[in-house]
């Protein structure tokens, strides 16, 4: 069982609730395919506001709506990524002389998730965000199914024949892709608030004082999935 999924559920999910309690928010994103990517700057459009964004300053909304595009974007190149992984994994598996119930289960399996994958506009503007997060995780229960096979020594096993098709069309190589971007994105996270922090008067900072003793904690943890375990916390300061 690899960890990186369970850390995107955990981004997705943060997302998604951002999402849902601010429906109407436009963010603003960069749709460059490049790793990269999301370490470029997002700007919160703020020409307009519902009844719960007037209750949040300037620089909150900046933040929240700033960390809302960076996990936009990120899970914008975890779908393009995941998509062509996924799109080569199928026809590995369809191209195999013989096939077991469970791999015949598992391509209908990720047919059905690539093709809801295929369905999202990820150059739409204004992004398609809940969307997104949506196909990432779905993306991810895929992963966690198959990482969740018992393990079985046999090589004619269904385990050692999809773990060797792993293999073959490069997962460690897009793994390592997807955490470069992950650490790119904590990275982002981390200028976003240090920026919504300098921007404070002394009353404001008392106000947000638990949301700024949080980032202390956020910033002490050194592991990437322990990291985003804390970032979860993130949106029940804006609720």
């Known amino acids: 069982m690899i960890k990186t999924w369970n850390v995107l559920l955990l981004c997705a999910c943060l997302a998604v609730q951002q999402a849902i309690a601010f429906p109407q928010r436009q963010v603003s994103t960069v749709a460059d395919t490049e790793p990269t990517a999301v370490a470029q700057s997002v700007d919160a459009d703020t020409s307009s506001s519902s009844s719960s964004e007037e209750k949040l300053s300037l620089p909150r909304n900046q933040l929240l709506f700033g960390t809302l595009g960076l996990l936009t974007n990120q899970s914008r190149y975890i779908l393009r990524e995941s998509r062509n ?6 026809n590995e598996m369809n191209a195999l002389p013989e096939k077991s119930k469970a791999i015949e289960q598992n391509i209908t399996r990720v047919s059905s998730v690539l093709t809801d994958v295929d369905s999202i506009d990820l150059d739409a503007d204004p992004p398609l965000a809940e969307k997104m997060f949506s196909g990432v995780d779905e993306v991810g229960k895929v992963f966690d199914e198959f990482y969740g096979m018992p393990e079985n020594n046999d090589p004619k096993s269904d385990v050692a024949i999809l773990q060797k098709l792993f293999e073959k069309i490069g997962f460690d190589d897009m793994d390592k892709r997807i955490n470069v971007t ?5 990275n982002r996270f981390m200028e976003l608030f240090e920026n919504f922090e300098t921007s404070l008067g002394e009353k404001e900072k008392e106000n947000d004082a638990p ?16 990291k985003f375990e804390v970032l979860e916390e993130f949106s029940t300061f804006f609720k």
């Open 85 to 90: 992984f996924l799109k080569n994994l199928l």
């Open 182 to 186: 992950l650490q790119v994105t904590l």
């Open 211 to 226: 949301l700024i003793n949080w980032y202390q904690r956020f910033k002490k943890e050194d592991d990437i999935e322990k």
